[in-house]
């Protein structure tokens, strides 16, 4: 099973960006869906974006537009470029994998850590 580290999380202020990566510790068997999810205190987990081995994306209404989900399959490497962020982004962001497609963190199996997007205004 794929183990999966976040990293590039920290504190901006409003109207920054940040560069989140989620790099897998195995090849990542086709199909497969990975994405980006994140957590704010007292709220429920909820998707951010998606992206599948074809490339096909899909981002929740409060990304689109200013995240930007990318990968690097001969790096293992899930990307999410996050531009012009408000303090309503900030909360621990999840990479995780699976082979169902959606924005629904019911469909995926494996979980990173986490790591802490705070945005200040």
């Known amino acids: 099973q794929a183990q999966l580290v976040e990293s590039g999380g920290g504190s901006v202020q409003a109207g920054g960006s940040l560069r989140l990566s989620c790099v897998a510790s195995?090849?990542?068997?086709?199909?497969?869906?990975m994405g980006w999810f994140r957590q704010a205190p007292g709220k429920e987990r909820a998707g951010v974006a998606t992206i599948d081995n074809d490339g096909r994306t899909s981002y929740a209404d409060s990304a689109k537009g200013r995240f930007t989900i990318s990968q690097d399959n001969g790096k293992n490497t899930l990307s999410l470029q996050m531009n012009n962020l408000i303090p309503e982004d900030t909360a621990m962001y999840y990479c995780?994998?699976?082979?169902?497609?959606?924005?629904?963190?019911?469909?995926?199996?494996?979980w990173g850590q986490g790591t802490q997007v705070t945005v200040s205004s």
């Open positions: 195995v090849y990542m068997h086709i199909p497969y869906c």
């Open positions: 995780a994998s699976g082979n169902l497609w959606g924005l629904n963190p019911v469909l995926y199996k494996t």
